[in-house]
């Protein structure tokens, strides 16, 4: 037995229509139409453009990109020695 499509008249009178699983679990919900026959003509789009509709899955990710990496900082210089304090020659 195939889903069903079942249309309700809202409490604002505006039509919304179902579409039901096989198990009567709802699988999907239209907008709301001014009329009856916008809603049936919404059920005839998604029965004619459903069946060959592909699937366009966005929840997987695109391979990633290598980080770039930061700009590298200059290395710390290490602490300038002070030269060693020369002795005075020694008289000969």
Known sequence: MP?????K???TGKFRFSLLSTNGQ???TSEAYETK???????????????????VDTTVAAP?????????KPAAKP????PA????ARKK
């Open 3 to 7: 889903g069903k499509f079942v249309v």
């Open 9 to 11: 008249k809202g409490t």
């Open 26 to 28: 709802v699988v999907a």
């Open 37 to 55: 026959r916008a809603a049936m003509n919404g059920i005839a789009s998604v029965q004619k453009l459903a069946a060959g509709a592909a699937v």
């Open 64 to 72: 990633a990109k290598p980080a770039a990496k930061p700009a590298a």
């Open 79 to 82: 602490a300038a020695k002070k």
């Open 85 to 88: 304090a020369r002795k005075p």
